[in-house]
């Protein structure tokens, strides 16, 4: 007799069950007396027909299963299930009628319904829960009831927005919402208000245990932490101590951990049974996709079953969950809550648009969160356009991978252009023209006055270009190893060159690669941490999630076309500090209240996209990839990557090389690439489908056959030449970058960008309005623009208007003095002069400059000397002189007053004054003289 569908679907339903602990009997050899779960095939429901599985734990029934055949849609046979658990013979034992747990099944898909929550609604589930699992449940109120019921949020030590994400979220999973996405910008506390709602869900919505899932192992570490410095705010005693939270660094699961913090790629190796290689948790897990050539699905693993988290909280990996990763978090019967500074629109979909919190960048710098940016741009002329390199020059040439240079004469011009650079090219003058450039302005235009190089971060291309910056860059500024370093996935070699003789006389340089015991994690603390280095060099290590908060510039000096990774790239430079904090890596810095991107590139966020690459097997060879293809192979990600690597070639080769493939190939390389490409082309394949068929709207299995067939006949030049493929790797390993020591590079423009113009117009324009908003209200304001009589400003009165200009409030942003110094000097350089970044008293020359009393801004002390200087030769005009110590207390007293704004007898207390003798000294000097002399000083020095 054939096997029917709805047979095969019930066998693996068993084999499901099985799995997840059940033990399958027919109805007449049930023995409910076995310890643990009991599946009864067939078990009649009287007037309600017979429930396909009815599920026993320790001789109770507990729930139903209603299998169906492949292919069926599951919701309409819920209301079978609910029917059959309601049916239930009365000599059934059952706890809670009707039964709570129902399940619908194909063997491919299954669906769930807890009865014991509010509310319940059906999701799907991967497999079946353990027999204990339910009957634990059925002791306990549901975590979905309990969010129904939380205690009001502690609020003292948040944020307005990480109050409003953590409510929202909370709302969110008691309406039973499965996904639920928080956007906070970079320096926002995602993680803090991470460990705010992990912490509430584990005490009073009941979580058993929480997945803290990240896409890189140091971002691990960093979360937790995060756990151990944070405090329970009702307890105030760390949550590591209240709740066990555990970094796992390998395959063993802790079975009283609370939150478990892993990767994603270790997970996914847990799942599959799989040993991890350890280096694979130290890059982004996005990347390890190519990794795979057929990712291989992931299984039911009785030892990490389906219920093993309640939740799963993924911090900055919504890149890794797409494609490879998607399955591992969806194995779990968990809700995901995910965390983001960059959502894009994929994010926003995997999460269903269920967007709870949206706290952007532009908010997080109205609210002093997050500091806001200058972009200065630097263009040369080979940046743009490229160059040509003469003929009979010579030109030396690198092999990428061995960095093996060999020196040739160019036997005609070479010409390259600007996307080449850094690739096919390395123009060591164009690196060092940028760099000079950074040098030049560094101290005059990006950071007036500075003489300590702020902290950088440069993005480069490659670990190649990495290493080239860094040369350049100790060259350029003249300092040693420490200054700039390398921080990449290979930060832990050391390139050590030699020259060596071949055979026939000549001299090359062969370089060997060192290991150094340096770890990058090592690389990136000293970077946060220390003085040196001052500037750091990296791919994409720093690129996402790591924190590094006196970082003051982020350089490009690589192109970026992802939206989503410039924002999180750009948002390296955006964290707050302390300024004792900052201090203490770089001295000269007052307090970080901007940072400066630095676009040598020519970046344009207009521009940038959510497009995925052609290449999208990085990490996998040519070869590897090529023999996937040969051997059957047709996955687009495969057939994708080859694409892109063999337009790369056809765009460098020589052209006896170009020659020799197409011989092989039996078709120019560039049309072989364009059939690759068409073979992926949904537009492409849906045309095939119409011509193969005849038909105007061909099926969906006649448009997969047609691609299946479209595909074939694109690769089959790679397929039928085992030569093509050997020639195309020796070709692609030999690739090599010309080095162009020959063309000289210069600036075309060096200047901050004109959004730096208009966001210094708006913060003007904000000062502006704000002191005409308050000035009744500001006693310092009041002073400034009416100028009482006999009233002068004080030292108190100008501190409560820093203070007001820092914390507006009313719908007006934060405002930095420094930063609305440098404003008005971008607005008009002719009339700014000096710094407003040293003394509280230079708010007095920004707000007369702002209500035009004063028509240049300058340092208030300025307005000081002279009016002490034409005091003194008053002095001289009455006849009154003094000693040269007496001018030495009265130059203290000014510059004194120059900072402070006023002087009194008590200052002399304290320094300088104090070191000069003190209060004691000045009436020895001053005798009587000394109160009404400070009162005159303190009326024509602060007019």
Same mark, same amino acid.
């Given at each position: 007799?054939?096997?029917?569908?709805?047979?095969? @679907?019930?066998?693996?339903?068993?084999?499901?069950?099985?799995?997840?602990?059940?033990?399958?009997?027919?109805?007449?050899?049930?023995?409910?007396?076995?310890?643990?779960?009991?599946?009864?095939?067939?078990? +009649?429901?009287?007037?309600?027909?017979? /429930?396909?599985?009815?599920?026993?734990?320790?001789?109770?029934?507990?729930?139903?299963?209603?299998?169906?055949?492949?292919?069926?849609?599951?919701?309409?046979?819920?209301?079978?299930?609910?029917?059959?658990?309601?049916?239930?013979?009365?000599?059934?034992?059952? !706890?809670?009628?009707?039964?709570?747990?129902?399940?619908?099944?194909?063997?491919?898909?299954?669906?769930?319904?807890?009865?014991?929550?509010?509310?319940?609604?059906?999701?799907?589930?991967?497999? *079946?829960? &353990?027999?204990?699992?339910?009957?634990?449940? =059925?002791?306990?109120?549901?975590? &979905?009831?309990?969010?129904?019921?939380?205690? +009001?949020?502690?609020?003292?030590?948040?944020?307005?927005?990480?109050?409003?994400?953590?409510?929202?979220?909370?709302?969110?999973?008691?309406?039973?919402?499965?996904?639920?996405?928080?956007?906070?910008?970079?320096?926002?506390?995602?993680?803090?208000?991470?460990?705010?709602?992990?912490?509430?869900?584990?005490?009073?919505?009941?979580?058993?245990?929480?997945?803290?899932?990240?896409?890189?192992?140091? =971002?691990?570490?960093?979360?937790?932490?995060?756990?151990?410095?944070?405090?329970? !705010?009702?307890?105030?005693?760390?949550?590591?101590?209240?709740?066990?939270?555990?970094?796992?660094?390998?395959?063993?699961?802790?079975?009283?951990?609370?939150?478990?913090?892993?990767?994603?790629?270790?997970?996914?190796?847990?799942?599959?049974?799989?040993?991890?290689?350890?280096?694979?948790?130290?890059?982004?897990? *996005?990347? %390890?996709?190519?990794?795979?050539?057929?990712?291989?699905?992931?299984?039911?693993?009785?030892?990490?079953?389906?219920?093993?988290?309640?939740? #799963?909280?993924?911090?900055?990996?919504?890149?890794?969950?797409?494609?490879?990763?998607?399955?591992?978090?969806?194995?779990?019967?968990?809700?995901?809550?995910?965390?983001?500074?960059?959502?894009?629109?994929?994010?926003?979909?995997?999460?269903?648009?269920?967007?709870?919190?949206?706290?952007?960048?532009?908010?997080?710098?109205?609210?002093?969160?997050?500091?806001?940016?200058? =972009?200065?741009?630097?263009?040369?002329?080979?940046? $743009?356009?490229?160059?040509?390199?003469?003929?009979?020059? *010579?030109?030396?040439?690198?092999?990428?991978?061995?960095?093996?240079?060999?020196?040739?004469?160019?036997?005609?011009?070479?010409?390259?252009?600007?996307?080449?650079?850094?690739?096919?090219?390395?123009?060591?003058?164009?690196?060092?023209?940028?760099?000079?450039?950074?040098?030049?302005?560094?101290?005059?235009?990006?950071?007036?006055?500075?003489?300590?190089?702020?902290?950088?971060?440069?993005?480069?291309?490659?670990?190649?270009?990495?290493?080239? #910056?860094?040369?350049?860059?100790?060259?350029?500024?003249?300092?040693?190893?420490?200054?700039?370093?390398?921080?990449?996935?290979?930060?832990?070699?050391?390139?050590?060159?030699?020259?060596?003789?071949?055979?026939?006389?000549?001299?090359?340089?062969?370089?060997?690669?060192?290991?150094?015991? /340096?770890?990058?994690?090592?690389?990136?603390?000293?970077?946060?941490?220390?003085?040196?280095?001052?500037?750091?060099?990296?791919?994409?290590? #720093?690129?996402?999630?790591?924190?590094?908060?006196?970082?003051?510039?982020?350089?490009?000096?690589?192109?970026?076309?992802?939206?989503?990774?410039?924002?999180?790239?750009?948002?390296?430079?955006?964290?707050?500090?302390?300024?004792?904090?900052?201090?203490?890596?770089?001295?000269?810095?007052?307090?970080?209240?901007?940072?400066?991107?630095?676009?040598?590139?020519?970046?344009?966020?207009?521009?940038?996209?959510?497009?995925?690459? =052609?290449?999208?097997?990085?990490?996998?060879?040519?070869?590897?990839?090529?023999? &996937?293809?040969?051997?059957?192979?047709?996955?687009?990600?495969?057939?994708?990557?080859?694409?892109?690597?063999? @337009?790369?070639?056809?765009?460098?080769?020589?052209?006896?090389?170009?020659? $020799?493939?197409?011989?092989?190939?039996?078709?120019?390389?560039?049309?072989?690439?364009? @059939?690759?490409?068409?073979?992926?082309? !949904?537009?492409?394949?849906?045309? /095939?489908?119409?011509?193969?068929?005849?038909?105007?709207?061909?099926? +969906?299995?006649?448009?997969?056959?047609?691609?299946?067939?479209?595909?074939?006949?694109?690769?089959?030049?790679?397929?039928?030449?085992?030569?093509?493929?050997?020639?195309?790797? $020796?070709?692609?390993?030999?690739?090599?970058?010309?080095?162009?020591?020959?063309?000289?590079?210069?600036?075309?423009?060096?200047?901050?960008?004109?959004?730096?113009?208009?966001?210094?117009?708006?913060?003007?324009?904000?000062?502006?309005?704000?002191?005409?908003?308050?000035?009744? %209200?500001?006693?310092?304001?009041?002073?400034?623009?009416?100028?009482?009589?006999?009233?002068?400003?004080?030292?108190?009165?100008?501190?409560?208007?820093?203070?007001?200009?820092?914390?507006?409030?009313?719908?007006?942003?934060?405002?930095?003095?420094?930063?609305?110094?440098?404003?008005?000097?971008?607005?008009?350089?002719?009339?700014?002069?000096?710094?407003?970044?040293?003394?509280?008293?230079?708010?007095?020359?920004?707000?007369?400059?702002?209500?035009?009393?004063?028509?240049?801004?300058?340092?208030? &002390?300025?307005?000081?000397?002279?009016?002490?200087?034409?005091?003194?030769?008053?002095?001289?005009?009455?006849?009154?002189?003094?000693?040269?110590?007496?001018?030495?207390?009265?130059?203290?007293?000014?510059?004194?007053?120059?900072?402070?704004?006023?002087?009194?007898?008590?200052?002399?207390?304290?320094?300088? *004054?104090?070191?000069?003798?003190?209060?004691?000294?000045?009436?020895?000097?001053?005798? $009587?003289?000394?109160?009404?002399?400070?009162?005159?000083?303190?009326?024509?020095?602060?007019?």
């Amino acid at each position: 007799m054939p096997i029917t569908p709805e047979d095969r @679907a019930r066998q693996t339903i068993d084999r499901l069950l099985e799995a997840a602990g059940w033990k399958i009997q027919d109805r007449k050899d049930a023995n409910l007396t076995l310890p643990g779960g009991v599946a009864v095939r067939e078990f +009649p429901m009287p007037g309600f027909g017979e /429930a396909d599985y009815l599920l026993f734990v320790d001789g109770k029934a507990l729930g139903v299963v209603e299998a169906k055949r492949e292919g069926e849609t599951l919701t309409h046979v819920e209301q079978q299930t609910e029917k059959y658990s309601t049916g239930l013979p009365p000599s059934i034992d059952a !706890p809670v009628k009707p039964l709570p747990f129902r399940y619908e099944s194909t063997g491919v898909e299954t669906r769930f319904t807890n009865g014991l929550e509010p509310d319940a609604a059906s999701h799907n589930v991967f497999a *079946f829960h &353990k027999p204990e699992t339910l009957a634990d449940w =059925l002791g306990r109120e549901t975590v &979905k009831a309990r969010l129904r019921n939380m205690p +009001p949020l502690a609020e003292e030590g948040l944020r307005s927005a990480q109050i409003t994400a953590i409510k929202n979220l909370e709302r969110s999973l008691a309406r039973g919402d499965r996904r639920a996405l928080i956007q906070m910008a970079t320096g926002g506390g995602k993680t803090f208000t991470a460990c705010n709602f992990i912490y509430r869900l584990i005490k009073y919505a009941g979580a058993r245990r929480i997945l803290f899932l990240v896409d890189r192992n140091n =971002l691990g570490k960093q979360a937790l932490k995060e756990f151990q410095a944070f405090r329970a !705010p009702d307890e105030q005693r760390p949550f590591t101590e209240l709740y066990n939270v555990q970094h796992m660094q390998s395959d063993k699961l802790d079975s009283v951990a609370k939150v478990c913090i892993t990767t994603i790629q270790r997970l996914y190796a847990m799942l599959r049974g799989e040993e991890l290689d350890p280096d694979m948790e130290e890059h982004a897990g *996005f990347t %390890q996709e190519s990794l795979r050539h057929e990712p291989p699905p992931v299984e039911y693993n009785s030892g990490i079953p389906i219920e093993t988290f309640d939740f #799963i909280v993924t911090d900055e990996c919504h890149r890794s969950i797409y494609n490879l990763w998607r399955q591992v978090l969806e194995y779990f019967d968990a809700s995901i809550i995910g965390l983001t500074a960059t959502p894009s629109l994929q994010t926003l979909g995997f999460f269903n648009k269920n967007l709870v919190m949206e706290y952007n960048f532009e908010q997080a710098v109205a609210d002093g969160v997050n500091v806001d940016f200058d =972009l200065y741009q630097i263009r040369t002329h080979i940046s $743009e356009h490229g160059s040509t390199i003469q003929a009979n020059y *010579f030109v030396d040439f690198r092999n990428k991978e061995t960095r093996r240079v060999r020196w040739a004469k160019a036997d005609e011009d070479i010409r390259y252009n600007a996307d080449e650079l850094d690739r096919r090219v390395v123009s060591k003058d164009q690196i060092r023209t940028i760099l000079q450039t950074f040098r030049d302005k560094l101290f005059t235009e990006i950071f007036p006055l500075r003489k300590e190089v702020p902290k950088t971060l440069i993005f480069a291309k490659d670990d190649s270009h990495a290493e080239d #910056i860094v040369t350049i860059a100790r060259e350029v500024f003249g300092k040693g190893n420490d200054f700039a370093q390398k921080i990449t996935y290979k930060a832990g070699t050391v390139r050590v060159v030699e020259r060596v003789r071949s055979a026939d006389g000549t001299e090359q340089e062969q370089v060997r690669w060192v290991n150094s015991g /340096a770890k990058p994690e090592d690389l990136i603390s000293s970077f946060r941490n220390s003085y040196n280095p001052r500037i750091a060099v990296t791919v994409d290590m #720093i690129a996402t999630g790591t924190d590094i908060k006196p970082l003051e510039i982020v350089f490009f000096m690589r192109a970026v076309r992802s939206r989503t990774l410039f924002e999180q790239m750009k948002g390296r430079g955006s964290r707050t500090l302390r300024p004792d904090e900052l201090r203490a890596v770089t001295a000269d810095a007052e307090a970080k209240d901007r940072f400066v991107i630095i676009d040598a590139i020519g970046i344009d966020p207009n521009e940038l996209n959510e497009t995925k690459p =052609l290449e999208r097997r990085k990490s996998e060879k040519l070869a590897s990839l090529m023999e &996937k293809i040969a051997f059957g192979n047709r996955e687009p990600d495969v057939v994708s990557s080859v694409a892109s690597r063999l @337009a790369r070639i056809d765009r460098q080769i020589k052209p006896d090389d170009r020659a $020799e493939l197409e011989q092989l190939a039996g078709t120019r390389l560039s049309e072989l690439v364009g @059939a690759l490409v068409r073979s992926l082309d !949904p537009d492409a394949q849906l045309q /095939a489908a119409k011509q193969g068929t005849g038909k105007s709207e061909p099926a +969906p299995e006649e448009i997969s056959t047609a691609a299946k067939n479209l595909m074939n006949e694109a690769v089959r030049p790679i397929v039928a030449s085992p030569k093509l493929r050997l020639r195309l790797a $020796e070709i692609r390993k030999a690739e090599e970058q010309m080095i162009d020591n020959v063309s000289q590079d210069r600036v075309t423009r060096s200047e901050f960008d004109r959004t730096a113009r208009d966001r210094a117009q708006t913060l003007v324009k904000s000062f502006e309005q704000f002191i005409e908003s308050h000035k009744d %209200q500001i006693t310092a304001l009041q002073v400034l623009y009416s100028r009482p009589y006999k009233q002068r400003l004080h030292y108190d009165e100008i501190k409560e208007l820093a203070n007001a200009i820092k914390r507006p409030g009313n719908g007006f942003r934060r405002m930095e003095p420094d930063q609305l110094w440098e404003a008005y000097e971008q607005l008009d350089k002719s009339k700014v002069r000096g710094s407003g970044s040293r003394v509280l008293s230079d708010i007095v020359s920004l707000v007369r400059y702002a209500i035009h009393e004063k028509s240049e801004l300058y340092p208030y &002390k300025e307005d000081v000397d002279a009016r002490f200087a034409a005091w003194i030769e008053q002095q001289k005009q009455h006849g009154v002189t003094f000693t040269g110590e007496q001018m030495q207390w009265l130059e203290a007293i000014r510059d004194h007053v120059g900072t402070n704004i006023e002087i009194d007898k008590e200052d002399f207390e304290d320094f300088p *004054f104090v070191q000069m003798g003190g209060l004691g000294k000045a009436y020895k000097l001053f005798g $009587e003289k000394l109160q009404p002399m400070l009162a005159e000083l303190n009326e024509v020095l602060v007019a």
